[in-house]
T-cell receptor
Framework: SQQGEEDPQALSIQEGENATMNCSYK?????LQWYRQNSGRGLVHLIL?????REKHSGRLRVTLDTSKKSSSLLITASRAADTASYFC???????????FGTGTRLTIIP | GAVVSQHPSWVICKSGTSVKIECRSL??????MFWYRQFPKQSLMLMAT?????????EQGVEKDKFLINHASLTLSTLTVTSAHPEDSSFYIC??????????FGPGTRLLVL
């Protein structure tokens, strides 16, 4: 079964608002990554956060990781229409490069 | 960032035929490549891990005789769907790793089996 569960499954917000997506996983991880996928396209790597990190920023993206709760969140600030896409978290385990993907969140930004 | 290409981007074939999908890392050497499949509105499911010069490691439930993987060089891995059937219709995505742990994904190949 898939490692990660994402919440919400779908999210629609007005352009300019902030979007928050959450990811929960089941076992200890080495790192957690967030990817974006536009409809029918490949995945774009957004950000990687290691198990010993709690927060990372990249432009309008902010990722947090709480290993005690086995959860992560992705915040997109000042959303734009171009942010409309599906967002996936993915985890790796120590000594293993395999990615296990979450169920994904479909984000729609309403102009 | 690193670039991974896939060819073809889409393919339509008749049931019973075989289809080969190529995955190339264009500007880096990838010792490991991964193959995923994705059904509509679902997440990616790992099919197999491909290491250059060795046999691929398949995930549980993936038929290795049906999904043949070859990783002949550090920049090329191929996935051949043998004797394709309509239920094999899906979006197939490859990725390649760099020493920095990040996986870079190809644009995907949409397969439709009639």
């Amino acid at each position: 079964s898939q490692q990660g569960e994402e919440d919400p499954q779908a999210l629609s917000i007005q352009e300019g608002e902030n979007a928050t997506m959450n990811c929960s996983y089941k076992t200890s991880i080495n790192n957690l990554q967030w990817y974006r996928q536009n409809s029918g396209r490949g995945l774009v790597h957004l950000i990687l956060i290691r198990s010993n990190e709690r927060e990372k920023h990249s432009g309008r993206l902010r990722v947090t990781l709480d290993t005690s709760k086995k959860s992560s969140s992705l915040l997109i600030t000042a959303s734009r229409a171009a942010d409309t896409a599906s967002y996936f978290c993915a985890t790796t385990f120590f000594g293993n490069e395999k990615l296990t993907f979450g169920t994904g969140t479909r984000l729609t930004i309403i102009p | 960032g690193a670039v991974v290409s896939q060819h073809p981007s889409w393919v339509i074939c008749k049931s019973g035929t075989s289809v080969k999908i190529e995955c190339r890392s264009l500007d880096f050497q990838a010792t490991t490549m991964f193959w995923y499949r994705q059904f509509p509105k679902q997440s990616l499911m790992l099919m197999a891990t491909s290491n250059e010069g060795s046999k691929a490691t398949y995930e549980q439930g993936v038929e290795k005789d049906k999904f043949l993987i070859n990783h002949a060089s550090l920049t090329l891995s191929t996935l051949t769907v043998t004797s394709a059937h309509p239920e094999d219709s899906s979006f197939y995505i490859c990725s390649a790793t760099t020493p920095k742990e990040t996986q870079y994904f190809g644009p995907g190949t949409r397969l439709l089996v009639l």
